[in-house]
């Protein structure tokens, strides 16, 4: 029975560390800074959206601009960020499986700037 309790804590925790802590993907986007904003009810996070080059389409028919939603937990960098709205970023991300409500509310998040251009 103690076996069985321990096993299932530990299955859980793994879960817990896959969904929430484990970096599924790392990569940079690019494009053009639309807004980072800090919100949140009870954790106050940095969330911004870079609008990148080019068209996308969900459906057939369908025209869209390609959005990147993303959370920043550096303040320093949300700082460099919010006040060069409208400007061109390259912006180094990692990604994880699911979102965590103290890191932000995407699963997208930016830890560096790599580039900005007017």
Do not use: C
Not at 80 to 106: C, Q
């Amino acid at each position: 029975m103690i076996i069985a309790g321990i096993a299932l804590l530990v299955i859980g925790a793994a879960l817990i560390w896959w969904n929430y802590y484990y970096v599924f993907g790392e990569g940079v986007k690019s494009g053009q800074l639309n807004y980072v904003v800090k919100k949140g009810n009870i954790f106050k996070t940095y969330e911004g959206k870079l609008i990148q080059v080019g068209l996308r389409s969900a459906t057939a028919g369908a025209i869209q601009s390609n959005e990147f939603e993303f959370s920043v937990e550096d303040d320093s960098i949300a700082n460099v960020l919010m006040v060069n709205s409208g400007k061109t970023f390259d912006l180094h991300y990692k990604e994880y499986k699911k979102a965590i409500p103290w890191r932000g509310f995407s699963p997208f998040i930016v830890d560096s700037i790599i580039d900005m251009r007017p």
